[in-house]
C-alpha cells in the first residue's frame, strides 16, 4: 500500500523574505507551502492559476508578496 506523503504547509511569516526559512523547504518555490486558502488570499488566485502563468508573471507577483 502507497503512504501518503504529508503535505508541508506553512505560515506566511515562515515563508517571507529576508528568512531564516523552514529547513528543507524549496527556497525558489516557497509560496507552494502556502495553505490553499492562505494562497488564495495573499494572490488572489488559486495555485493551479498560478502556475499556468508565465514564470516571469509568477516571479513578478511572488516579488510583490516577498516571496521571491
Do not use: A, C
Request: net charge positive; proline share 9%.
Amino acid at each position: 500500500p502507497k503512504v501518503p506523503i504529508p503535505i508541508l504547509e506553512y505560515t506566511y511569516d515562515q515563508l517571507i523574505h529576508p528568512g531564516p526559512y523552514p529547513e528543507g523547504i524549496e527556497i525558489t518555490k516557497r509560496e507552494k507551502y502556502l495553505s490553499n486558502e492562505n494562497f488564495s488570499k495573499i494572490f488572489n488566485m488559486n495555485k493551479d492559476e498560478f502556475y499556468q502563468l508565465k514564470k516571469w508573471k509568477q516571479q513578478e507577483l511572488k516579488k510583490k508578496v516577498l516571496l521571491f
